[in-house]
């Protein structure tokens, strides 16, 4: 989560939410239940990271440390008291990870792989939320889902090390996120959201190579999956 705020809260911030920073979090809190205003936000969240663990045969492989930026953009505009709109660009999901020098044959331990993990996936949502009642919001967002992604990985195949790599993987679709918020008084609220799954066909360039021959280079496609998600709080 990119949100400097929200973050420390866990799952709670669906309850409380307000402005901008509900069209991540929760859409009913895109109306602020305030007279006419707007706000904005930008969050940015710096991650460095390294792992450590068995790749083959239980020897231990260290990856590269890697920094990675999640950010999230967004903007609120209040009608009225009851109605506000909100916009976002903001990173969703992803991972990245890059192992060097792996031995993944250990009758050749001298021939090493390099192996990865990139995926970003990245949203622009548009949403709206109205207060029905005093105290009860509901929101919705619609979300344009984007993600590119490299996966390079290297087996062992009797004598030989096979290495395959995706690159250049690129897919996008679109997705919904529907929320509500009930708050009776200042002393208590609970917020619900659910995200819908959005289901990203990716295409790319492909390549393989056994031990030192380079295979012909193939158009690949791949599937991935931002699951279905229920948060209260």
Known sequence: HWSGRHTPAGGTGVSYVTGSEGIYLNPAGLTTGTVAGQDASLNISPVSSQFEGPYKDSVQSKSERLTSVPFGLTYNYNLNEKVGFGAGLYVSGGSSVNYKNVVVNSAAPTNTSETKTDLKIIEAALGVGYEVIDGLKLGAAFRAVMATSEFWSARASGANVIET???????????????????????????????????????????????????ADTTVKATAFLPMQYSIG
């Open 165 to 215: 790599q995706f690159n250049e993987l690129e897919g996008n679709n679109t997705g919904i996120k529907l929320g509500a918020q009930y708050s009776p008084n200042e002393n208590w609220g609970v917020g619900v959201t659910y995200r819908g799954e959005v289901e990203l066909e990716m295409e790319g360039k492909g390549s393989a190579q056994v031990n030192d021959t380079s295979l």
